[in-house]
């Protein structure tokens, strides 16, 4: 028997990490001012689901890195796509690097997650050997 939860929980965090994703995308073509009108409203739209899918998954999940204050700073820092295409490059590189770590949070969680995922099917797949429910 598969945990839906557990599974409808992954599929939530794999397509969060889509959104971290686009997030840096968005600071690439800020950094390369290379962007329209519509590229800064879908940054503005990547940002508002990357904050309401933090309390989704902070209310599923007890997770210690990366924080809400850590996830906060860094969209609080990036306003617009033009606010950034006018900060430094040193300020870009910094904020590149809040991304990266908690880029990089997410996919450990992720990661435990799955071993999580795979223990509970590993002990399925032994109890229907023995036919045990």
């Known amino acids: 028997m598969r945990n839906k939860k557990l599974d409808q929980l992954i599929n939530q965090m794999e397509n969060y990490l889509e959104c971290w994703k686009q997030f840096n995308h968005s600071l690439n073509l800020a950094r390369a001012k290379k962007f329209s009108p519509e590229d800064d409203t879908q940054f503005l739209e ?36 033009r606010y950034l295409s006018e900060m430094s490059d040193g300020a870009l590189r910094n904020l590149e690097s809040q991304w990266h770590k908690i880029y990089i949070g997410w996919h450990s969680i992720l990661g435990q997650l799955k071993v999580r995922q795979r223990d509970e099917q590993s002990k399925s797949a032994f109890a229907s050997i023995f036919g045990k429910k």
């Open 46 to 81: 990547i940002k508002s689901i990357i904050v309401q899918e933090l309390e989704l998954i902070f209310a599923s999940l007890e997770v210690a890195s990366p924080t809400k204050e850590e996830i906060h700073a860094l969209v609080g820092n990036a306003p617009s796509l």
